[in-house]
């Protein structure tokens, strides 16, 4: 039988790594939140004026962050009470009103008037 000599290798030493320099810190708003950095860790930290969870008109907060949306309806034109519709008395409402036929007027005559 032959007779096995291993050697070993001599690790070579590691260098020790060079500790990298701290970031730049930053804080901004998230939600009712504001988030910081310190260089080192993020902090969270509750924000003075706190939006209430909620829907306003058509748009949904829920712990200060928007999480919905929706259509608003077109605005509609209510007269004011005191004043009389065009077509109460009777009168003809129609005008002779021309509208330019040039191709840069944006303003069109509809049947609705």
Known sequence: M???????????????????PPCQEV??????YTISFDGRCL???PRAYQIPNGTYSTVTF?????????QVAPAQYTPNECCAS????????SSDVQV??????????????
């Open 86 to 93: 065009p077509s109460v008395d009777g009168s003809d409402t």
């Open 2 to 20: 032959s007779k096995c000599i291993s050697k070993r290798k001599k690790c070579e030493e590691k260098e020790t790594p060079v500790p990298l």
């Open 43 to 45: 902090h969270k930290s």
């Open 62 to 70: 829920e712990d200060g962050c928007i999480v919905g949306v929706g």
């Open 27 to 32: 804080a901004f708003c998230a939600g009712n």
């Open 100 to 113: 330019s036929s040039a191709p840069a007027n944006l303003l069109k005559r509809t049947p609705d008037g």
